[in-house]
């Protein structure tokens, strides 16, 4: 079991920028890291995702605007910028150990492991 825990979030100003980090703790193999979003009374949509390899992957509504990224100490984050108010909603980040190819990393059922969440609120 990997333990996420999320940080980054918080209020913006249309236009402005955040970047969300997810520290996985027990986290040994090739994982693949999702980040989600769910804004309020609406279904929980993908937004990234990149695995142990650096292959990534965009919902392609996020292009150019959002860039996921990780580190080598199971950190993964994701710069958001040119932020829109239709971005505002719960931020999460979730992990499977898999390569991301080798599944649907956007289909949340994949996962294992989830984050808390972390709220983004954008503001126009």
């Known amino acids: 079991q990997v333990d996420l825990v999320e940080s980054g979030g918080g209020s913006v100003q249309a236009g402005g920028s955040l970047r969300l980090s997810c520290v996985a703790s027990g986290a040994t193999g090739s994982y693949c890291w999702g980040w989600f979003r769910q804004a309020p009374g609406q279904e929980r949509e993908p937004v990234a995702a990149i695995d142990s390899t650096g292959s990534t992957s965009y919902a392609d509504s996020l292009k150019g605007r959002f860039t996921v990224s990780r580190d080598n100490a199971n950190t993964v984050f994701l710069q958001m910028n040119s932020l829109k108010p239709e971005d505002t909603g719960m931020y999460y980040c979730?992990?499977?150990?898999?390569?991301?190819?080798?599944?649907?990393?956007?289909?949340?059922?994949?996962?294992?492991?989830w984050g808390q969440g972390n709220q983004v609120t954008v503001s126009s």
């Open positions: 979730a992990a499977v150990l898999e390569v991301c190819a080798t599944i649907s990393p956007f289909l949340s059922n994949v996962y294992s492991d």
